[in-house]
């Protein structure tokens, strides 16, 4: 018997298919672990990019139904770390429903302790199987940090969080997207240099890390 997020994932993927009466005879299994892989979750969430980027979205279930489902578990199949950016939700350039995705949002999508604690619980608790940090072009974060990251309040703790990396191109484009690119690569790295749990859950090849950039042009995300 499938576990709900495979139902999830199942009706994510499938452009025409309708998984509404699979849902309902599914709906005890919503406590069960997840027996979606990481790989397939990343398998799912690049289709679902693509179904959002060529505009043949998953007809997902009907709200209600699935509300009533989701009221008695989640099991989410991808965690997103991603910028608060109102232009980049995870729902839906991943072309997804609810209750498929767990998703922290910050700006810069840095990692800091409160971060890492959501990401935990979901990857410990909800056996959520892929973590993916998720940047993005223009960077409003990366762009503040470029230009020397000293702002006054908790906007200045937030800057020193992104990571520019080194040896940045001098054109000023070239070197806004290699800084938003290393941003994410490097706080992929550091979900598991600065997570036990998660480093144990992804030696042990239960969690997969991974990160991307999203154009806010052309809605593809390039997988890093
Ligand atoms: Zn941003």
Redesign the pocket.
Do not use: L, Q, R
């Given at each position: 018997m499938k576990s709900l997020p495979s139902i999830l994932v199942l009706a994510a993927t499938l452009t025409l298919a309708s998984c509404s009466s699979t849902l309902t005879s599914q709906s005890e299994d919503a406590h069960a672990p997840t027996s979606v892989s990481p790989a397939e979750a990343l398998a799912s969430l690049k289709a679902g990019n693509e179904r959002y980027v060529s505009e043949h979205h998953a007809r997902h279930d009907n709200p209600s139904h699935l509300r009533a489902v989701l009221a008695k578990g989640q099991q989410p199949f991808a965690v997103v770390l991603g910028?608060?950016?109102s232009r980049?939700a995870p729902e839906i350039i991943f072309d997804q429903q609810l209750g498929s995705l767990f998703v922290c949002r910050v700006?810069?999508?840095v990692t800091d302790p409160v971060v890492l604690g959501s990401i935990e619980y979901a990857v410990e608790h909800l056996h959520s199987p892929l973590i993916v940090v998720l940047?993005?072009s223009?960077?409003?974060?990366?762009t503040a940090a470029l230009a020397g990251g000293h702002a006054e309040g908790n906007i200045g703790c937030l800057l020193h969080e992104v990571h520019l990396g080194k040896n940045l191109p001098a054109d000023k484009d070239a070197k806004l997207d290699t800084a938003i690119a290393s941003n994410a690569t490097h706080h992929e790295r550091m979900l598991t240099s600065r997570s036990p749990v998660i480093r144990n859950l992804v030696s042990e090849g239960k969690v997969r890390v991974a990160s991307g950039v999203y154009s806010l042009d052309s809605g593809k995300v390039a997988w890093q």
């Open positions: 910028c608060s950016d980049t700006a810069g999508n940047g993005h223009k960077c409003g974060a990366v």
